[in-house]
């Protein structure tokens, strides 16, 4: 292979590895920060997040985002629906 092509090749398996994060809309939060804002522990917040859910009062999308340590990876995020 030429160097010209390895170094293409390497860039394109940069990006899409570990360079490309989303855009997380505003209104959005994770688990952790509903978590935090009401006092409640990740196990109550995620009871509270799925009764939304069911209930269709809140909408869940997966964010690929920056985390402390890990890199970058998919998260799930909250909406409430309006």
């Known amino acids: ?8 090749w390497l860039e394109i398996l940069a990006s ?6 989303d855009v997380v809309p505003e209104g959005w939060v994770t688990i952790s920060q509903v978590q935090t804002s009401m006092g409640m522990t990740i196990g109550e917040a995620e009871t509270f997040m799925r009764k939304g859910m069911k ?7 997966k964010f690929r985002v920056n985390t402390c340590g890990a890199g ?11």
């Open 1 to 8: 292979m030429k160097k010209n092509n390895a170094n293409s």
């Open 16 to 21: 899409e590895i570990g360079g490309r994060v």
């Open 55 to 61: 209930s269709g009062r809140v909408e869940r999308k």
């Open 72 to 82: 970058t990876r998919d998260v799930w995020h909250y909406n409430m629906k309006k």
